[in-house]
């Protein structure tokens, strides 16, 4: 059985049983691991004992991302519109915007030998969830993406630009922001 790693040493995997789908709205929290359905409502898949602690080394830690996704599954050169990603976390956390709008960098690999370009997502949505959306726009035909182009993410760490991210369970323990393994591409279409 999946349980929540307590100590450095062991393992923070989301259940194993899930999709990809369903690891990507599961959290921790003092409760255990926890669902949340499609309808919004939470369900407790597996309970474990002593994740209310303060302490890190008997509790819940530092939330850390646990996977990313595209959530545009496809998007045209002369159409444009939002490019938006997801940022999942294996706990709930708490964005603050007061003092800066986190980002992350996207990469424009150019078809045709073009240069290649990095672009900039800002922090759309999802304080207060384990789900964070960041967007970037593009308007029809404005020279910023072609057909064929190849967006991707890399290795990287979200810029918070003197915003937070913490963890919702203490509201004051500084979020993980750096994400490694976890690359994507989405290709622009005519």
Request: proline share 2%; aromatic share 6%.
């Given at each position: ?13 989301k259940?194993?049983w899930l ?12 409760r255990?691991?926890?669902y949340?359905?499609?309808?919004g409502?939470?369900?407790i ?16 830690g530092?939330?850390t ?11 045209g ?9 997801r ?24 078809a045709?030998g073009?240069?290649?370009?990095t672009?900039t ?35 990287q ?7 937070t ?9 500084t ?12 290709t622009?279409?005519?």
């Open positions: 059985m999946a349980l929540w790693g307590k100590t450095l040493n062991t393992d923070e995997a259940p194993k999709s990809d789908e369903q690891k990507r709205t599961t959290f921790a929290d003092n255990g691991w926890v949340t359905q499609p309808s409502v939470e369900e898949l597996c309970a474990v004992r002593g994740l209310a602690g303060a302490d890190a080394s008997t509790g819940l530092a939330a991302i646990s996977s990313l996704n595209w959530v545009t599954s496809t998007i050169e002369a159409a444009g519109g939002n490019i938006d990603i940022v999942n976390f294996n706990e709930k956390v708490t964005v603050d915007t007061s003092g800066g709008t986190p980002t992350i960098t996207i990469t424009n690999d150019q045709g073009g240069t290649d370009a672009f997502a800002s922090y759309q949505s999802g304080s207060s969830t384990n789900i964070l959306v960041f967007r970037a726009t593009y308007g029809a035909a404005d020279g910023g993406i072609a057909e064929d182009d190849v967006l991707s993410i890399a290795d760490s979200i810029a918070l630009n003197s915003g991210i913490v963890d919702a369970a203490d509201g004051s323990t979020s993980g922001v750096a994400f490694t393994g976890f690359t994507d591409t989405l622009v279409a005519a």
